[in-house]
Each structure stands twice: as C-alpha cells, then as structure tokens.
C-alpha cells in the first residue's frame, strides 16, 4: 500500500516556525513531483509549494521568503520549513504527489494525497 504520511504539525506563536516532514512509503519505483497544499477552514486547498523531478521548485506568493520545500530523496521525504509563521497560516497541510508505481493498472505515475496536519499560529 502506498502511502504519505505527514507530520509535524501544531500550534505555535506569530513569528514562530515549524518543520512539515511527508514520507512516501510502499512500493514505490520512482517519486516525481511533491508538494504541500493547505486548506483553511471555509476555504479551497490552495498550492503552498511544489519541488519538481528537476529539483525545480515553485512557491505561493503568500509563502515566498518565508517557506522552503526541500526533498531527501534517499528517505522519499519532502519538508516544508516554515518561517516567520502568521496568523493566516493557520490551516490543514496537505502532502501531495506523483509518484510511479504499480498500485493499479501497471506501472505509471499516480497522484497520492496524505491525510493532513493541523498547523495553528496564534497571534
């Protein structure tokens, strides 16, 4: 079963800053693209940041100077460090990506979602 996990999610002060760590795990032949989206309550899942294949990576304007995506891709780990953590911040992170495997009919690159961590800054 292939799957993401997240974690380290929770509640910090204005100006704080917290670690997102996703790890795929299963059967896995190859990761691609892997990314985190948050959604706040009432809100639509919005794009926070994406790291590409290439190591190219893309940010949120909300999340520029302050977030940084980087991969271990020896541990199939994406993170998200997040700086400078603002009130509006406050919402579920989400771990996405596409990743090549055989869970369903054949080999070839599926999207996978994680279950999300709650991220909380208090003001």
């Known amino acids: 079963q292939v799957q993401l996990v997240e974690s380290g999610g929770g509640l910090v002060q204005a100006g704080g800053s917290l670690r997102l760590s996703c790890v795929a795990s299963g059967s896995i032949f190859s990761i691609k693209t892997m990314g985190w989206y948050r959604q706040a309550p009432g809100k639509q899942r919005e794009l926070v940041a994406v790291?590409?294949?290439?190591?190219?990576?893309n940010y949120a304007d909300s999340a520029k100077g302050r977030f940084t995506i980087f991969r271990d891709n020896a541990k199939n780990t994406v993170y998200l460090q997040m700086n400078s953590l603002k009130p509006e911040d406050t919402a579920v992170y989400y771990c996405?990506?596409?990743?090549?495997?055989?869970?369903?009919?054949?080999?070839?690159?599926?999207?996978?979602w994680g279950q999300g961590t709650q991220v909380t800054v208090s003001s």
């Open positions: 790291s590409f294949s290439g190591l190219t990576t």
């Open positions: 996405n990506a596409d990743l090549v495997t055989a869970q369903g009919v054949g080999v070839r690159t599926y999207n996978y």
